[in-house]
């Protein structure tokens, strides 16, 4: 008797549960409570504090804000650009050109993965990029398409290359490794913001709960992960037997040199402490460093814009914007130049005439 008393008691706790779980599931339906709810703002890039819009001086010219709504939200990449802005096509790439899905014969083309490196500015690497291509080998169509997207990680731009890569492009160049070890205000990593968004909402809003109360903040995209994304990427363009080029983020920042105005900006936007922000040019170098270990693999370009800068024997702040971070055009041009280098040297390998005629 005692048996069935315990059992009907840990029955009764057991579909009372149930039950309020299942109410709470329809109630949270019901108000449409969204646990990665967005509302427009400057630059927060998702999570609990909107998503961007476009506000950075210079996107036309150094010291000329612009101003515009930029982006929209996206269930799975928490945001993209709006298409046919003043500085998106209808696609949404970066640029005012337009592509056909469809490669005509004989063209080759660069696709562009990235943030607002490959993203900001006038004349980008891209556009240097396209140039050198044409002025050298003008017996052939070239096109390069900047998918870049401000803000994003390697998890977004992982996710954006399943929907690109049926544009067939020749090489996939991979630029990345600012947002990934950034802190966002919500302490959030990407995937726990995307797996939020899926599934049962009571058991998202439990684990919302219980990750509040622990109180950690975590890198967008931690290096361990920021590895799986880079290889999943690299592995997607290799079956498709095309080229992967991983680009190293070049930084004007440089270890036991933090100028002055980062503390207070970091310490501002990314609520990092003193020792944090001295290490961001250590912590930039280990997510660089993953990078050049993937690169091992002899099917794999790399272009080490860190070390190409810092070996120009120049002021590394020549190369980019007041912020260390974003290039101005002689950065730009510089990876460009590199980028082109290392693609013409790989269709001389080949010794492949159907694209790049080289002097032999």
């Not at 108000?31 to 476009?54: A, C, E, M, R």
């Not at 970066?94 to 083309?109: Q, V």
């Not at 990235?114 to 052939?140: M, V």
């Amino acid at each position: 008797m005692r048996k069935k008393t315990i059992l009907f008691r840990v029955l009764a706790i057991f579909l009372s549960l149930s039950c309020s779980f299942f109410l709470s599931e329809i109630i949270l339906r019901l108000i449409n409570w969204d646990p990665v709810k967005i509302h427009s703002g400057y630059l927060q890039f998702g999570y609990s504090t909107g998503i961007p819009l476009w506000d950075e001086d210079g996107i036309l010219e150094e010291g000329n804000p612009v101003r515009i709504k930029l982006f929209k939200s996206d269930k799975s990449l928490f945001w993209k650009p709006i298409p046919n802005t003043e500085f998106t096509n209808s696609y949404g790439f970066r640029g005012k050109k337009e592509y056909s899905r469809i490669k005509s014969k004989n063209t080759f083309r660069i696709l562009i993965l990235g943030d607002s490196s490959s993203f900001l500015g006038k004349k980008l690497y891209s556009d240097f990029l396209e140039e050198l291509l044409i002025t050298n080998h003008p017996e052939t169509k070239f096109e390069v398409i900047n998918a870049s997207v401000p803000g994003y990680t390697t998890f977004q731009g992982n996710l954006l290359l399943k929907q690109l890569l049926s544009y067939n492009p020749d090489y996939v160049c991979i630029y990345f490794g600012w947002n990934d070890h950034w802190i966002v205000p919500s302490g959030f990593t990407d995937q726990f913001q995307f797996s939020l968004g899926r599934g049962s909402y009571c058991f998202n809003l439990i684990r919302l709960m219980i990750f509040k109360i622990g109180g950690k903040k975590y890198y967008r995209v931690p290096i361990n992960d920021f590895r799986k994304n880079i290889i999943s990427m690299v592995s997607k363009i290799l079956k498709t037997n095309k080229v992967p080029i991983l680009i190293t983020a070049p930084s004007g920042f440089e270890e036991n040199a933090m100028p002055l105005w980062s503390f207070k900006f970091f310490k501002t936007f990314y609520k990092m402490d003193v020792e944090q922000i001295k290490d961001i040019p250590k912590l930039h170098e280990k997510y660089a460093s993953m990078l050049r270990e993937i690169s091992k693999n002899e099917n794999i370009i790399l272009v080490d814009a860190i070390n190409k800068f810092k070996n120009t024997n120049k002021p590394l702040s020549q190369y980019f914007r007041n912020d260390l971070i974003h290039l101005i055009e002689k950065g730009h041009k510089l990876i460009a130049t590199e980028i082109y280098n290392e693609i013409t040297k790989n269709e001389g390998r080949k010794g492949s005439d159907r694209y790049i005629k080289h002097n032999r």
